[in-house]
Each structure stands twice: as structure tokens, then as C-alpha cells.
């Protein structure tokens, strides 16, 4: 079991935390000793302070031991003067003045001199930690002693074993360094701190004791040319002294002008300006008047004026960008044309822009549909991509009303009303599916009995619209339509349903049910009517899409009203 240790204190473990977190790390500043209350105390992690302190003073350095990285070293130097006590136990504290560690170690004791015998104590301490990056010395050089060994090994980082500096950034002395002779420069100071340059103020080949200067650095590679003589050379190797007639006749033999050389050249005739194949000879101004443009060929073109652009006839002479800028077109001339944006597509009103294959579709955005009729509830999935949902819904047909006719009597029943429409434009941004309910078409009327209601349709929680009302019986005589309904919630626009037709019997022999009210998306046009004083009956016909159902129609018999129809939604994107 270890007898002697160091640990960090509750304080210190949350600073060590605080310093990885934020990356600002710990600043260690002083290091405080002392007897233990005369017993060697156990280091407790809840400690704020020292049981028997006798010293703190700062700290002289610290450094991560070399055999292990996690180990921070931690050291003081007690003078001579100071003790007359033991040290059992050691702390250390941040700058904040807070005991971040805690350490006991084997008891030792510190004279002081006045006791006849003194030394100068080192302590140290050894902290294991996380990473001793987190912690750093704060001292004051001032106030602070060090070892022999600390002192040694700086000495160390200036003087070799033989004394000789190893280490020295600036000379005690500051020198001057100049240049003389065939080039010159003025006197820098060179005291050892940094790197010097001397700029050269002046060459004077003259000034050498000997050689020349070759021709990849700028000379002739030889000496004196000569008396009226100057040097000649091709780029290459030394150059040669030539007389000014040998030189001419040198330049005329080999200096003919090519795409990369200057030199000589012929001049073409109008034939070889023509031709356009020549690729040795120069074109002089009036050799470059033959060559004009044609059909055929490229050459000099005038430039067609305004008026000649805007009539565009001409067919010899050349448009500018200036005058094609100003050639635009209009509804009874070809020209250029800016296109539109897809804002003004939209917007519908610009008369001087194109539209493109592209901006097309913003006139026609539905990409696809998908249409619901039949009663119950559906899920409605949403496309990939998809945020906005157009839906028109339509609630249920009320049913056409039933006929009761005794003998020789006819009667006939109403039609049923058409549930309510509404439109509404829906974000569905990030929902995989809406919830649709379509209502149920009201049941037709049996005999004297009216027809029922039409149920409510709804898209989510977003729409609803309501189902239209049954027609009325008829009883040995006419009867009632049922009103077509009105209600709906949630919608940009609504639509009442169709009321229901009036049902009704003429002269005795003419019985004319009614027909169902309609809807945006739905009708019934199918009533049943009879003639004569036969017993007989005629059902109604049913409505569909949210239509009403028609009213049943009879002479000296019963029938039945027709079903509403169920309600129905289409739903575009």
C-alpha cells in the first residue's frame, strides 16, 4: 500500500475540468509546506487548506518528468535562514490563491541557522494529472531562488564543456561590414541578431585586377575589341569584334524577319495579298485595300451604319456589337430579344421579353394529381420534394326523397342537395402523409320517408366541408329538394352544393322527380319521370362526386329516392 502520495483536491479536480473544456490552462504559483499538526497526515481530496502549515512561498519551476508525461514535477528552494520545523505535508495553490493538491511525504526537518546548523532545502512535489497541459508555472524571477541544478543546466544551453558560447544571439560588440574595389556598397552594422544584406551602390569592371565577364552575365566574354571595332554575338558563347561593314553584311546575310525574329523582309504584291497564302512577305497599306471581304473570303469589310442595320438589306458590309445592341425586336421586325425571368412569366403582363422552353412550365406548375371518391378514410402520401398541396374537396349528396302514391294518386320525392366544395392551397413541407376523409353519401328516402344527409368531408386538420340535405318525400303529390350545403373550413374559396330539384306532379298524369343538387366535381342528371294512372314506380338515380341523389317518382305505388353520392377530393402538386 502506498504510504506517501499526492493528489489533486476537489477544487483542483473542477479547475483541471474547467481548463480542458475551455482550453485555458491552470497557472500554478505557489507551494506551501508544512508538519502535518505534528502527526503525518492521509491527503484528502476535500482539503481547502493544510493541517499545520508553516510556509508558502512561489514556486521555482515546474516540468513533466521525462520517464512519464503524466507525472508534473513541481519544485521550491527553502532557504538557509528560513525553519525550525518539520515537513510532513505539502500543498499547492493556484493564482487565485485556491489549494488545487495536496501531498504528504516523509517526515523531514528544516533547521534554520540560528539553530547552529541550517541548509538550503529543495522540495518537491509529484502530481499525477490528466494532461499536464493544463497546468503552467506563474513566478516571479524576483523573489525566487534556484538550484544548482537549474542553474547548471542553462549554463549548459550557452557554454560547451570548454567554456566556448554555443548559444550567443548578439555580439557584446557590434561590428561593420562593408564592400570595396570593383563593387561597392555602404557599411552595415552586424551585431549577431539577424541576417544581414549588402545592397551594391556601384560596379566598375574597370576596377578588376583581371579576368572579363562572360556573356550569360551580361559581358562580351572577351577583352578589348580593337580600334573601330564593336562586338558582335547570336546568344551563345562569346561574342566577336567585327568592323561596321562586316557587321551590315553579316545582319543582311542572316537577319531575315521571321513570326519571333526582327530582321528583313519582302513586301507581297496585290496577287499575294489576294491569295492570302504567302506567310514571308509584308502587306503595305495599299496591298491591304485589294483585300476586301467577300462571300468567299476574309478581308477588309466597312461598317454598315444604323439605318442600313435596322432595314437589313445590305449584304457587304458589317454589324457592330453597338448596332446589334439596337436592333431589337418587335412585332413586325426580327431582332433581338432578351428573355424573361420565371417571376415575369408569372406575373404575365411583360410584351418585350421571350419566354424559353424553361420558364414554360412556370405557367402550367401541377407536376401531378391524384383523385379520391369513394367513402372512408385514406392516406394520402406526399411526393418526394413535394411542399405544397392545391386541394379542391367536395362533402357528400344529401338522398333524393321516397314517392308514397295511394291508388290513382301520383306523388314523386325531391332531390337529395350537393355537399359543399372548397379549394385551398396546403404546406405539407416535411410530412410523409395527410389523412383524408371522404363522407359518405346520404341513404335515399324509402316510400313516405325523406332522403338522409350527405356526410362532411376533410383533408387533415387543413379543410372541411360539410354534406348537403337530404329531398323531400312526396306524399300523393310533390315535394321539397334538399338545400345544397354551404359550410367549409379552412378554404381560400368555397362553393354551396346544388339545392336539390323541386319534385313534382302535373294534371295527374305527369310525375317529374327531382333531380340531385351538384357539385364542382360532380352532377346527377338522371330523375325519373312517369305518365299515365298505371301502378308503377321509378327509383331514383344516384348522385356522384358529392351530387345529390334524384327523388323517387310514383302512380299507385311506392319507390325510393336515389343515394347521394359520396364525397371526393383532388388533390394537384
Not at 528544516?110 to 546548523?117: C, D, F, H, I, V
Not at 576596377?207 to 564593336?230: C, D, E, I, S, Y
Not at 299507385?556 to 388533390?571: E, M, P, R, S, V
Request: aromatic share 6%.
Amino acid at each position: 500500500m502506498t504510504t506517501f502520495f499526492g493528489i489533486l483536491t476537489k477544487v483542483g479536480e473542477a479547475k483541471e475540468a474547467n481548463a480542458k473544456a475551455l482550453g485555458v490552462p491552470v497557472l500554478i504559483a505557489e507551494l506551501e509546506v508544512g508538519d502535518g499538526g505534528g502527526v503525518s497526515p492521509t491527503p484528502d481530496r476535500e482539503q481547502t487548506a493544510l493541517i499545520g502549515p508553516k510556509r508558502r512561498a512561489q514556486i521555482n519551476r515546474s516540468f513533466v518528468d521525462p520517464s512519464n508525461p503524466a507525472w508534473l514535477v513541481i519544485e521550491q528552494v527553502i532557504p538557509e535562514q528560513v525553519g525550525g520545523w518539520w515537513i510532513r505535508e505539502l500543498g499547492l495553490r493556484d493564482a487565485d490563491g485556491d489549494l488545487i493538491a495536496v501531498a504528504n511525504c516523509p517526515p523531514t526537518y528544516k533547521p534554520q541557522l540560528a539553530e547552529g546548523s541550517a541548509r538550503t532545502q529543495v522540495v518537491r512535489m509529484v502530481l499525477q494529472v490528466s494532461s499536464s497541459k493544463d497546468f503552467t508555472l506563474k513566478v516571479d524571477p524576483s523573489v525566487v531562488l534556484a538550484t544548482r541544478g537549474y542553474v547548471d543546466a542553462g549554463l549548459l544551453q550557452k557554454l560547451d564543456k570548454d567554456g566556448t558560447a554555443v548559444a550567443a544571439v548578439k555580439l557584446a560588440n557590434a561590428r561593420k561590414i562593408s564592400a570595396s574595389g570593383a563593387a561597392t556598397a555602404d557599411a552595415v552594422e552586424f551585431d549577431g541578431t539577424k541576417d544581414i544584406v549588402l545592397p551594391l551602390k556601384e560596379l566598375d569592371a574597370g576596377k578588376t585586377t583581371k579576368g572579363f565577364l562572360p556573356v550569360a552575365h551580361g559581358g562580351t566574354g572577351q577583352g578589348f575589341p580593337g580600334l573601330n571595332k564593336f562586338f558582335i554575338g547570336n546568344g551563345v558563347g562569346s561574342m566577336t569584334a567585327l568592323d561596321f561593314y562586316e557587321a551590315i553584311a553579316d545582319l543582311l546575310d542572316s537577319r531575315n524577319a521571321t513570326q519571333v525574329l526582327t530582321g528583313l523582309v519582302a513586301l507581297a504584291n496585290a496577287d499575294e495579298t489576294i491569295a492570302g497564302q504567302n506567310d514571308t512577305k509584308a502587306i503595305t497599306p495599299l496591298g491591304l485595300s485589294y483585300l476586301t471581304s467577300t462571300a468567299g473570303r476574309r478581308g477588309l469589310i466597312r461598317l454598315a451604319s444604323m439605318a442600313e442595320v435596322l432595314a437589313g438589306q445590305d449584304t457587304a458590309n458589317a454589324i457592330t456589337a453597338a448596332t446589334l445592341a439596337a436592333l431589337t425586336a418587335t412585332s413586325a421586325r426580327r431582332g433581338l430579344i432578351q428573355i424573361a425571368t420565371a417571376a415575369e412569366v408569372l406575373v404575365g403582363n411583360e410584351t418585350l421579353k421571350a419566354v424559353t422552353p424553361a420558364t414554360i412550365p412556370q405557367l402550367f406548375p401541377i407536376r401531378g394529381h391524384r383523385f379520391y371518391n369513394s367513402a372512408g378514410v385514406h392516406q394520402v402520401p406526399v411526393p418526394n420534394g413535394v411542399t405544397r398541396f392545391r386541394v379542391l374537396l367536395a362533402g357528400a349528396g344529401g338522398g333524393g326523397g321516397g314517392a308514397y302514391a295511394n291508388a290513382g294518386k301520383g306523388a314523386v320525392g325531391g332531390g337529395g342537395g350537393g355537399g359543399a366544395s372548397a379549394c385551398a392551397l396546403i404546406d405539407v413541407s416535411g410530412m410523409p402523409f395527410v389523412t383524408l376523409t371522404i363522407g359518405a353519401g346520404g341513404a335515399g328516402g324509402v316510400a313516405q320517408n325523406s332522403g338522409a344527409p350527405g356526410a362532411a368531408s376533410s383533408f387533415g386538420a387543413f379543410l372541411s366541408v360539410s354534406g348537403g340535405l337530404g329531398g323531400g318525400a312526396g306524399i300523393d303529390g310533390s315535394a321539397n329538394g334538399g338545400a345544397g350545403a354551404a359550410s367549409a373550413a379552412g378554404a381560400d374559396y368555397a362553393i354551396t352544393g346544388g339545392a336539390g330539384g323541386f319534385g313534382s306532379v302535373r294534371d295527374g298524369v305527369y310525375a317529374i322527380a327531382g333531380l340531385g343538387g351538384n357539385t364542382v366535381l360532380g352532377t346527377n342528371n338522371t330523375a325519373p319521370n312517369l305518365t299515365g294512372s298505371s301502378n308503377a314506380g321509378v327509383n331514383g338515380g344516384s348522385g356522384y362526386n358529392g351530387a345529390g341523389g334524384s327523388g323517387g317518382a310514383a302512380f299507385g305505388a311506392t319507390a325510393a329516392g336515389g343515394k347521394g353520392g359520396d364525397g371526393a377530393a383532388l388533390i394537384e402538386w
